[in-house]
């Protein structure tokens, strides 16, 4: 089962910027839909980004033009740029690379003044 670490949460005034570094043990950033998830306050888990199996990107309406999914696949790492963070960004986030069935531990981000 791949073991995922995601990290680079924190607490940012709205208007600012985070990037959040998702690592996976084992050879599976370039060959899997690997993505972003939120889940905010009393909300359900939600995509926030991913890549296709085609290697394109896909973002949700929300956070498109602000919010940017890049990988490293020699360091088995997905990253989310995050910038102009608005308060309804807050949420814990976290990585799969299999559309949710598989989750790491999740990284809390709080935009907040």
């Known amino acids: 089962q791949v073991q995922l670490v995601e990290s680079g949460g924190g607490l940012v005034q709205p208007g600012g910027s985070l990037r959040l570094s998702c690592t996976a043990s084992?050879?599976?950033?370039?060959?899997?839909?690997m993505g972003w998830y939120r889940q905010g306050p009393g909300n359900l888990r939600g995509l926030v980004a991913r890549f296709t199996r085609g290697g394109t990107t896909v973002y949700a309406d929300s956070v498109k033009g602000r919010f940017t999914i890049s990988r490293d696949n020699a360091k088995n790492t997905v990253y989310l740029q995050m910038d102009n963070l608005k308060p309804e960004d807050t949420g814990i986030y976290y990585c799969?690379?299999?559309?949710?069935?598989?989750w790491g531990q999740g990284t809390q981000v709080t935009v907040s003044s």
């Open positions: 084992g050879n599976v950033i370039s060959t899997s839909p």
């Open positions: 799969s690379p299999d559309l949710g069935v598989s």
